[in-house]
């Protein structure tokens, strides 16, 4: 009979086994830590189907006891998935400091966007009650000279800049 892979003793942790595949006793348990699915999914990058593959113990949430139970996983096992996946810890980190960095550039991207749209919003808010329309138009230059075309609901004329604003 097999007993502990770490202190071979004949005893060993029998939910540990069926659910994870190694024998270990509860006072060596210390060598092996849990991880919930969460954390191995953001510092291991894997996704759903990657853990499912893998053994888990589910315990009831800390949070609160009414909330779903957790999900717990042996480092070492999520480490060798990771690893299968990615090729080698280095390269897992190399793809999270590209998402990262991704990340970094969208949210940039999307912060000069609104500020961008806040200065338009700011011009827009600038131009005269007077030249606000009922009906919209826009002004097209012809040879013969400015010609006003109805397009929809509302516009608004800036007669200093020669340009037209939709709202």
């Known amino acids: 009979?097999?007993?502990?892979?770490?202190?071979?003793?004949?005893?060993?942790?029998?939910?540990w086994e069926q659910?994870?595949?190694v024998t270990i006793c509860n006072a060596c348990r210390r060598h092996e830590r849990l991880i919930s699915k969460s954390i191995?999914?953001?510092?291991?990058?894997?996704?759903?189907?990657?853990?499912?593959?893998?053994g888990y113990l589910e315990k009831q949430n800390p949070q609160h006891k009414d909330w779903?139970?957790?999900?717990?996983y042996l480092v070492s096992q999520v480490e060798t998935a990771a690893v299968n996946k990615h090729g080698s810890l280095d390269a897992m980190e190399a793809a999270k400091q590209e998402r990262a960095h991704k990340r970094i550039e969208e949210r940039a991207k999307r912060r000069q966007e609104e500020e961008l749209a806040a200065k338009r919003q700011k011009q827009l808010q600038k131009?005269?009650?007077?030249?606000?329309?009922k009906h919209s138009s826009f002004q097209r230059k012809t040879q013969q000279g400015v010609e006003a075309i109805?397009?929809?609901?509302?516009?608004?004329h800036s007669n200093k800049q020669n340009a037209v604003a939709q709202t």
């Open 1 to 15: 009979m097999p007993g502990c892979q770490y202190c071979g003793g004949t005893t060993f942790n029998p939910e």
């Open 19 to 21: 659910a994870f595949g």
């Open 40 to 54: 191995a999914k953001t510092t291991y990058l894997l996704t759903d189907s990657d853990l499912h593959k893998l």
């Open 68 to 72: 779903a139970s957790m999900k717990m």
């Open 127 to 133: 131009t005269p009650a007077a030249t606000v329309q």
């Open 150 to 156: 109805a397009v929809g609901p509302l516009v608004c």
